[in-house]
């Protein structure tokens, strides 16, 4: 999947778009509707996209698409052909929320809460069995959060209040994640300002979820790349 920005010669871009830019300038589910064939949409949110879109994969995948910086976006275009078609039963898009938010709570949560100092929350996240005991350690981590925030914020230690700031709205998304995926990305958003690597992090979990239930059906990499093309050369014609 390596090199697929350079492949398809596509950019993605932050934010919904209302037609292809010189360079491709979509978001991750714009550009694969447009590689799968698709009538172009402007998407904003999961509920723009086709039914054939899982709903929990492209609402983390657009957060993720709008967090990142753009030293970062490309690694989504190794997911632009496995979107469209993914959709599956509810039981397994159950299974596809729970999971975003476990792996992001066991994988981002730890590494923000080491920094911050909270060693004994970053084990219980790292080693929740289940979602149950992931969102235990996240309540936790948000309460312990908040109260450092307030303390350092009384003694003006600026960056200190920072990191205890993030602890807390980070795990604060990660208990939402467990109904929202979109706040999924949230995590790996609050963990990217203090942990080097997160985003590739989260481009991993996406990767795994993706596993989960119905796959994508195989898409020829060259008509992809024609059918973006296409798309851009008739937007500017």
Known sequence: MAGFDHILNWRLLSGSHPFPGPDGGTCINEAALVAAGLPYRAIRS?????PCFSRPLAAYALGLNDAMPDAERHR??????RLSGSADLPAVEIERTV??????????????????????????CAAAGDIDEALAAARSAAWQGGARAQAASGRQAWIAGALAAAVSRTATAAIRAADDPRCAAEIAEGAAAFVPGAWSLAVDILDDALGIGRQA??????AARGRLDAARAVAHA
């Open 76 to 81: 989504l275009m190794a997911f632009v052909l």
């Open 99 to 124: 999971f975003l938010a476990l792996a992001s709570i066991r994988r981002l949560l730890p590494p923000l809460l080491e920094k911050a100092g909270l060693v004994d929350l970053a084990v219980l």
């Open 217 to 222: 059906p195989d898409v020829d990499l060259i």
């Open 46 to 50: 999961s509920d723009d996209c086709p």
